[in-house]
């Protein structure tokens, strides 16, 4: 997988080499924010970025989500919980699960710098505005390569078919999740799943079972916005990617009834 774009920034690009912000930005930052206001880094590694190929990444990235409910909702454990549980672990595990997904579909991606309008043109039309900016959605940089870094650190620990199954029963039931009204259930549902995990032979491979563990749980660190803003964001427009995951969980089987919208091009 590539990011497409530079991986390292060895000095921020809106500095000047005395580590002080370039004449140009300085003045350009006091327009945007009279009174000293706190600047914003223009450096490679905190500008934008957005999928290089939308049309064709968002479609593998949907099946994999397709297939992350699926599997949610055929656990039988898992429709003997409350619905209330239900719902907390869906919304708590679903971004791991999806990325697991990724990493077993070996779906790559590359990113490009987000197109943005000149500094100037902002600086022009700020007064229309009263200084106020539109939030973008795009990530940056670095948190696509931190992103880059989890999913390659599973793809070389090269998991089994088994070791992706029980490996999924160890992320869904996650009884650390706060607010749930069966946690001793799903805490022993959880050593299940670890347990049977541990006891895959792995001939010479000692520790397995521990890098394992640790890996997932970098998974669990990436932020739902960045999977959410990066993969989705173009096909879901802003609807609510927790709400669309509650009505994919609790569809009928054969959703989506209807296509997603076009994907961009």
Same mark, same amino acid.
């Given at each position: 997988?590539? +990011?497409? @774009?530079?991986?390292? =920034?060895?000095? =921020? ?19 945007? !924010? ?10 490679? /590694? ?17 099946? &994999? ?13 898992? !429709? ?9 672990? $869906? ?8 990325? %697991?997904?990724? &990493? /077993? ?35 940056? $940089?670095?948190? &696509?390569?931190?992103? /880059?870094?989890?999913?390659? +650190? ?17 992320? $869904? ?26 006891? $895959?032979? !792995? ?14 749980? +970098?998974?669990?660190? &990436? ?11 173009? @096909? ?7 709400? %669309? ?21």
């Amino acid at each position: 997988m590539s +990011s497409g @774009v530079d991986t390292e =920034c060895e000095r =921020c690009q809106c500095q000047g080499k005395d580590r002080h912000p370039a004449i140009l930005y300085t003045l350009l930052s006091q327009e945007r !924010h009279p009174g000293g206001a706190r600047q914003r880094c223009l450096c490679r /590694q905190h500008r934008t970025v957005c999928l290089r190929s939308p049309h064709l990444t968002c479609r593998a990235a949907s099946d &994999v989500l397709l297939r992350t409910i699926s599997f949610v909702r055929n656990v039988a454990a898992f !429709h003997l919980l409350p619905r209330e549980d239900q719902l907390l672990l $869906l919304d708590g595990c679903w971004v791991p699960l999806f990325l %697991l997904g990724l &990493v /077993q579909g070996m779906v790559t991606f590359e990113v490009m710098e987000a197109p943005a309008p000149s500094m100037l043109k902002k600086i022009l039309l700020s007064g229309q505005s009263k200084g106020q900016e539109p939030q973008g959605t795009q990530p940056t $940089l670095a948190a &696509v390569q931190r992103l /880059q870094w989890c999913l390659n +650190s599973f793809w070389r620990l090269d998991l089994s078919p088994n070791e992706y199954t029980y490996l999924r029963g160890a992320i $869904l039931f996650n009884p650390d999740i706060p607010g749930l009204k069966a946690p001793g259930y799903i805490e022993s549902l959880q050593r299940e799943a670890q347990r049977a995990l541990r006891e $895959l032979p !792995h001939p010479g491979e000692q520790g397995r079972f521990c890098r394992i563990l640790r890996v997932t749980a +970098s998974l669990r660190s &990436v932020p739902a916005a960045l999977v959410t803003d990066l993969f989705f964001r173009p @096909v879901i427009g802003d609807a609510d990617m927790g709400e %669309l995951l509650v009505e994919m969980l609790l569809e009928a089987p054969g959703w989506p009834r209807a296509p997603w919208p076009p994907l961009p091009r």
